[in-house]
């Protein structure tokens, strides 16, 4: 390790549920299947060369990017409710902590490490994290201590991003969507209402309402991008169920949409019928607009990628945790899987990055994915 330097390692889009296994009977909504690997990744990055350093212990900052947690993929009381109040997001918490007690266990034993912590940004499919309880209660369960506030783990609810020394700026990148785009000024609705809601966005209502409804049928139907293209060739190929599937598309986007008028309407379709974007162009501009910013990471698109561009500049996207599955010409078929996270090193406020592939040591058998 050299001198003085700090470590900070990225993840996102991992899409940690309920567990193979809830309420009893097999879970189609749970995505993630690498509790192991994801283990010996924390353990890795606070221990060896990453525990203490011929200075002392290394400075080593987890970094979650947004859809860690997947509480849209989780039901209450049998039911994806869309009005989801602050003690409807505690249940669907603690299913998460009991369906992958490892990982908690990984995640409280990385921050017991001395000058070892963990900071989260919220993304899409983690938002029930606005309510103060819901943070309170998974702080506490990560923080070695019990302790809330905590020292060691943080989680950001008011604001998008962040931004570290070397140039380096981290986003979900939901905010580039106006499908999944969250309101961090008012990320929640009060009111008339008996209690305060979540105020999610109309891709929200798209997974609650519509994907994990019909994902019983087709069970990758979350798994595949881009969704127009899988909408054509649905149309050849399967047209009964993607008739349905288009159907309550268009019929939950208007009942989600009308009250704002029709001209609001037109406008808003034009931009949020194109899920997952690539987000790359968003990159480069935010690149292009601050001269001092020297690299972006981006997650969310479930599309790992890293990039250097002529000028010197970077965008890093960390890709995802789970299986997916790609209709795009350039690259059709089964989209490569790897562990991907993002490496970053800072000495002397110059930061080198890079996405990085974790191997891991591989248990004896794993679950069949196809």
């Not at 007690?101 to 912590?117: E, G, Q, T, W």
């Not at 940004?121 to 905590?150: M, Q, T």
């Not at 090193?345 to 080198?352: L, N, W």
Request: glycine share 8%.
């Amino acid at each position: 390790m050299k001198l003085m330097e700090k470590v900070k390692f990225i993840i996102s889009d991992c899409h940690l549920s309920a567990g193979r296994f809830y309420e009893g009977q097999f879970n189609p909504h749970e995505d993630f299947h690498y509790d192991n690997e994801m283990c010996d990744l924390f353990d890795y990055f606070s221990t060896g060369q990453y525990g203490e350093g011929s200075t002392g212990p290394v400075d080593v900052e987890l970094i979650i990017n947004g859809d860690f947690l997947d509480f849209l993929n989780v039901p209450y009381r049998g039911e994806f409710e869309d009005a989801i109040t602050e003690n409807m997001a505690l249940a669907k918490l603690e299913a998460i902590i009991a369906g992958h007690p490892k990982v908690m266990s990984a995640l409280k034993r990385f921050a017991s490490k001395a000058n070892k912590r963990i900071t989260y940004l919220i993304g899409n499919h983690d938002a029930d994290l606005f309510f103060p309880k819901v943070r309170e209660r998974i702080i506490r369960e990560w923080d070695p201590s019990g302790n809330y506030p905590s020292d060691k783990v943080q989680i950001i609810a008011d604001r998008d991003r962040i931004r570290y020394e070397g140039g380096v700026e981290i986003h979900h990148g939901n905010q580039f969507e106006w499908a999944n785009a969250l309101n961090f000024d008012q990320p929640v609705i009060e009111g008339s209402l008996p209690e305060p809601i979540l105020n999610i966005p109309w891709g929200s209502f798209y997974v609650l309402k519509i994907v994990n409804r019909l994902k019983w049928e087709r069970e990758y139907l979350d798994k595949i991008r881009p969704v127009r293209i899988f909408m054509i060739l649905g149309f050849i190929f399967d047209p009964v169920f993607t008739f349905k599937y288009g159907f309550l598309t268009l019929y939950y986007f208007l009942k989600t949409r009308l009250t704002q008028g029709f001209k609001s309407v037109s406008k808003v379709l034009r931009h949020e019928m194109s899920f997952f974007l690539d987000l790359e162009s968003y990159a480069r501009q935010t690149l292009d607009q601050d001269p001092e910013l020297k690299t972006i990471i981006f997650g969310h698109t479930h599309k790992p990628m890293d990039r250097t561009y002529p000028d010197g500049k970077q965008y890093i996207n960390t890709g995802t945790w789970t299986k997916m599955i790609n209709l795009d010409l350039q690259s059709f078929g089964q989209q490569p899987f790897r562990l991907t996270f993002a490496l970053i090193r800072i000495r002397d406020g110059q930061a080198q990055c890079e996405l990085r592939n974790w191997v891991g040591e591989y248990s004896p058998h794993r679950v069949f994915q196809g």
